[in-house]
């Protein structure tokens, strides 16, 4: 099972972003920018899901 979960939830402008969490509270990455619904969201993170799942690591 999986030791993170994604969160969905509404900021000061009103806007949906979402967060990876860690079961220990640490934030692992967040949406940086948000979306005008909850729907658009979750597209992000389906999006991350699918996109970055074997993502290089590149040094700069």
Same mark, same amino acid.
């Given at each position: 099972?999986?030791?993170a979960?994604?969160?969905?939830?509404?900021? @000061?402008?009103s806007?949906?972003?979402?967060? +990876?969490v860690?079961?220990?509270?640490?934030?692992?990455?967040?949406?940086?920018e948000?979306?005008?619904?909850?729907?658009?969201?979750?597209q992000g993170i389906?999006?991350?899901?699918?996109?970055?799942?074997? @993502?290089?690591?590149?040094? +700069?």
């Open positions: 099972m999986s030791k979960r994604f969160e969905v939830y509404l900021d @000061a402008a806007q949906y972003r979402w967060r +990876l860690h079961d220990n509270g640490n934030i692992l990455a967040d949406s940086g948000g979306y005008a619904s909850k729907q658009k969201a979750k389906q999006s991350v899901k699918t996109n970055a799942s074997d @993502a290089r690591i590149v040094d +700069l």
